[in-house]
């Protein structure tokens, strides 16, 4: 159980990657470039700080904590 939520975890992490603020700076071939407005960038950010609002409410019943501070503690 705990492998398959760590593997989900780790793929789903990086699979938002393609489209987090660091990647929309870059295209296909990997060179900079803007193509997003002021407008689309406000949206993106405050649908991301959903995103990590919901995901920081997950529980993890068996240790009874939450995700981020279960994971964060797992690596200490």
Do not use: P
């Amino acid at each position: 159980m705990m492998f398959n939520l760590a593997i989900g975890s780790v793929v789903g992490h990086e699979i938002t990657h393609g489209f987090d603020e660091d990647r929309r700076h870059i295209d296909k071939d990997g060179k900079t470039y803007t193509s997003w407005s002021n407008e689309t960038i406000n949206m993106f950010d405050k649908r991301s700080q959903c995103v990590i609002e919901q995901y920081n409410n997950y529980t993890v019943i068996q240790v009874n904590r939450q995700v981020s501070h279960f994971f964060i503690n797992l690596l200490k």
